[in-house]
T-cell receptor
Framework: GQQLNQSPQSMFIQEGEDVSMNCTSSSIFNTWLWYKQEPGEGPVLLIALYKAGELTSNGRLTAQFGITRKDSFLNISASIPSDVGIYFCAGRFPSNDMRFGAGTRLTVKP | DAGVIQSPRHEVTEMGQEVTLRCKPISGHDYLFWYRQTMMRGLELLIYFNNNVPIDDSGMPEDRFSAKMPNASFSTLKIQPSEPRDSAVYFC???????????????FGPGTRLTVL
């Protein structure tokens, strides 16, 4: 079946450091999305990518849709304590079906 | 704007009981998704609807699970009978505001945390 491999599983960083996480898949997606989930809440969409090679920024967040359409990365620059949470990548098929990565748990130490 | 609304937020029940989870999607969205989240398996898509019609229910784990969408503003996910291994957080998400740039982006509800004893 389709699987998304997300790495790293967890990160412990110091406030102010940059963060990078990525997802790879054996499947080709037509959309890549990155979500953040905080305790007791549902995932919240951060960035959506619609074209292979697309590089999109949202504040301190930057994400790219891989050329092969099988991978994506998310970078967070100058991390702050409120960046703490679990970050999920998701790939969407043309049918609107989506698959999620296992998540990257980010801890930011002040 | 009201987001996706789910109820109840927490449910504790005993094995064998029927459980019904409810979802109200964002007004105007024509896709509705049900997900289950556990530590072991992460986020799993159970079923999704388009214009109230089930499109893909291949993620529904067993016949004990059923989902309905009687109208554009309401959906239920029912588990009967419930088992301890059904304990998880169940999310509803919706997407598809026609004409919006975010047409394909799914917006999640806060989830229902289900505990089956």
């Amino acid at each position: 079946g389709q699987q998304l491999n997300q790495s790293p599983q967890s990160m412990f960083i110091q406030e102010g450091e940059d963060v990078s996480m990525n997802c790879t898949s054996s499947s080709i997606f037509n959309t890549w999305l990155w979500y953040k989930q905080e305790p007791g809440e549902g995932p919240v969409l951060l960035i959506a990518l619609y074209k292979a090679g697309e590089l999109t920024s949202n504040g301190r967040l930057t994400a790219q849709f891989g050329i092969t359409r099988k991978d994506s990365f998310l970078n967070i620059s100058a991390s702050i304590p409120s960046d703490v949470g679990i970050y999920f990548c998701a790939g969407r098929f043309p049918s609107n079906d989506m698959r999620f990565g296992a998540g990257t748990r980010l801890t930011v130490k002040p | 704007d009201a987001g996706v609304i789910q109820s109840p937020r927490h449910e504790v029940t005993e094995m064998g009981q029927e459980v019904t989870l409810r979802c109200k999607p964002i007004s105007g969205h024509d896709y509705l998704f049900w997900y289950r989240q556990t530590m072991m398996r992460g986020l799993e898509l159970l079923i999704y609807f388009n214009n109230n019609v089930p499109i893909d229910d291949s993620g529904m784990p067993e016949d004990r699970f059923s989902a309905k969408m009687p109208n554009a503003s309401f959906s239920t996910l029912k588990i009967q009978p419930s088992e301890p291994r059904d304990s998880a957080v169940y999310f509803c998400a919706s997407s598809g505001l026609a004409g919006a740039s975010s047409y394909n982006e799914q917006f999640f509800g806060p989830g229902t945390r289900l505990t089956v004893l």
